[in-house]
């Protein structure tokens, strides 16, 4: 099953994903986690990504795409994906839809978690993660029994830097101009899965799985 995963920032992709992504054992590819790697190892995707993600702005398609096209070429893809976080606007969208049409591919469906904006920044201005082994938490929901420190590892808790309120409202505008489109791009492919993103995580996962006809 080729899924693309979309959702506003904080609409829970990455938890979903990463759930569905093992029940269905298909590969889970987030552009933001290869781009945070990238930064944080120093390479030149992550020179080049940097500004654009502390700000909240999104990196150029052409930037993005190409890395894509890498893990395409490369026969990552070839046995059923969840693209958490790509495609991001209308030129990423298309570029996918060539890249896979070139070799007889396609999205069989576009989850989009719906979430409102109230939500979405108590969930971001709650989010921490260890600096060790990344584990993520969550305030007030799931906390560290030491504050600041990691249960599973002993690491220090940190923030994403685009989790900061300034970032997040930026974050927030940005979708809604530059992301929302692709809503319609996959409207109108009829692939689209909406979801109420709102309830417990096990809730979303289940009505992502009966969506999906995986339950
Ligand atoms: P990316 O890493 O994709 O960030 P994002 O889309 O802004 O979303 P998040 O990862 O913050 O949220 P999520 O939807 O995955 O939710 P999560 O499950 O973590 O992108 C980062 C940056 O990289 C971009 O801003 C851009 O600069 C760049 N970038 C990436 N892809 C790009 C592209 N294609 N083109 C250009 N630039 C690109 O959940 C959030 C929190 O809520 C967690 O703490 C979680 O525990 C909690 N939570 C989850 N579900 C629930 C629930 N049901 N109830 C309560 N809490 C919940
Ligand atoms: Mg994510």
Known sequence: MNLIFLGAPGSGKGTQAVRLAEKISVLHLSTGDLLRAAV???TELGKKAEQFMTAGELVPDDVIVG??????????????????GFPRTIPQAEALDAMFGRVGAKIDRAVLLDVDDEEIIK????????????????YPANMPKVEG????????????PDD???????????YKKQTQPIENYYRNQSVLLEIKG??????????????????
């Not at 890395?67 to 958490?84: N, P, R, V, Y």
């Not at 969930?123 to 969550?138: P, V």
């Open 123 to 138: 969930r971001l201005s709650g989010r921490m993660y260890c600096s060790g082994c990344q584990a993520g938490y969550n």
């Open 40 to 42: 944080k190892n120093g």
């Open 198 to 215: 709102i309830g417990t995580p096990n809730d979303i996962f289940g009505r992502i799985e009966e969506g999906l006809g995986v339950a």
């Open 67 to 84: 890395l894509i096209e890498e893990k395409q070429t490369s026969g990552a893809l070839g046995s059923g994906f969840i693209l958490d």
């Open 164 to 174: 900061e309120p300034d970032v997040v409202k930026n974050r927030l505008e940005v």
């Open 149 to 160: 420190v990691c249960d599973k590892c002993g690491g220090k808790l940190v923030r994403r």
